[in-house]
Structure formats: C-alpha cells, structure tokens
C-alpha cells in the first residue's frame, strides 16, 4: 500500500535550515508529483512548493521563492525540502503529500513538526 | 498573489445541511478540491474535480461549483463531521496552487 513516511521532529535556532524527507513506498515514485504543505500551530494548509521526481523539475510558492529547495533520490524513493533562513514563523508541521491523477492530495505523510526557537 | 476565501467558521446541529463555501477568481476555470482535517491528524481528501468523491468518503458529502464560487455540502452532517474544511486550487496559469483559510465545522 501506499506509504509516506517522513523524517522525525526538529528543533532549529533562528537564521539556521532544516532539511525534512519524505520516503514514499508502494507506488512507482517518479510518476506522481509530490508537494510539501505546512501548518503553523493553530492555523491553516499552506503550499508551499511541488517536484516531479522524473527529472527533478520544481515549482515553488512565491512566498518561499529563494529559500526552499526540493530535491529527490530516485534510488531510494524519497523527496527532500530544505528550509534556510528560519525564523519563528517557519515552526509548524511540515507534510509531504502525492498529488494523485485527479490532481488532489490523495495520500500524505504523518507530518515533521519543525520548531524554531532560540 | 492568488487567494481563496472561506468563512471561519460553520455552525449546524446533527442531522441539518452545512454548507461551506470558497471563492476564488479562477474558479469558473480551474477545479476545486477539499480537505477534512481533524485534530492533530493528516487531511483527508473529500471532494475533488469540484463534484466526485474519493472511495470510503460517505455520500452525504458532496461538491459544487458555479461562477467564482465553490460549496462543500454535508447533508445531515453528524457529529464525527467536525473539524477544520479547506478548499484548494490553483491559480489561472495552473502552476501555482493554494489552500484557502479554512473554515471550522461544528455540528452540535
């Protein structure tokens, strides 16, 4: 069956990055695009960008634009977002997701929380 | 930058028709999707392509759209339908994709 299983919780100073993975399993990886959603505490989904794992092309959140990076690993399955240049707004549950045919998010990860705090 | 707007929030007791809305410009041209999320757990998937349902999600949930505007409707909603609704589409050049605020359910 389909699986998403994200990297565990961290815990990161302001002005530091994070880099949360996303190992995907019981699909073919390269034929769906995966996107990474966000949820500060106590608010909404935010997109925040998406990658096609056959070729690595990507497109991002205007908001993000210049310090998120997604990348993938073919050989083993698995997306990868980094986050540079954090701050106390970047702390919230960061989700992978897979965007099936019908263009919604049919499966998702259980979520990394990232917190940033001096 | 693109918005969606929903209302904060929807109130109806056990057994009546909530109905959530989002709008949006691109709409009329792009397709609607929504999420139930419940606390402390992953979204679920609910309606997508405006209209159809997602295997194992119960038939009293269903989906519309007219003009600029989409509906979420729950007929006779239930108290395990609380939580957090959120729609999600993308913007006229389709790259670029959205949730809009969310609005919470409660059926009490």
């Known amino acids: 069956q389909v699986q998403l299983v994200q990297s565990g919780a961290e815990v990161k100073k302001p002005g530091a990055s994070v880099k949360v993975s996303c190992k995907a399993a019981g699909f073919t990886f390269s034929n769906y695009y995966m996107h990474w959603v966000r949820q500060a505490p106590g608010q909404g989904l935010e997109w925040m960008g998406m990658i096609y794992p056959s070729g690595g092309s990507t497109t991002y959140a205007q908001k993000f634009q210049g310090r998120v990076t997604m990348t993938r690993d073919t050989s083993t399955g698995t997306v990868y977002m980094e986050l540079t240049s954090l701050r106390s707004e970047d702390t919230a549950v960061y989700y992978c997701a897979r965007e099936g045919r019908n263009g919604g998010f049919e499966y998702w990860g259980q979520g990394t929380l990232v917190t940033v705090s001096s | 930058s693109y918005e969606l707007t929903q209302p904060p929030s929807v109130s109806v007791s056990p057994g009546q028709t909530a109905r959530i809305t989002c709008s949006g410009d691109?709409?009329?041209?792009?397709?609607a999707y929504w999420y139930q999320q419940k606390s402390g757990q992953a979204p679920v998937l609910v309606i997508y392509?405006?209209?159809k349902r997602p295997s194992g999600i119960p038939e009293r949930f269903s989906g519309s759209s007219s003009g600029p505007m989409a509906t979420l409707t729950i007929s006779g909603a239930q108290v395990e339908d609380e939580g957090d609704y959120y729609c999600?589409?993308?913007?006229?050049?389709?790259?670029?994709?959205?949730f809009g605020g969310g609005t919470k359910l409660t059926v009490l």
């Open positions: 392509e405006d209209t």
């Open positions: 691109a709409l009329p041209k792009k397709y």
């Open positions: 999600y589409s993308t913007d006229s050049s389709g790259n670029h994709k959205v």
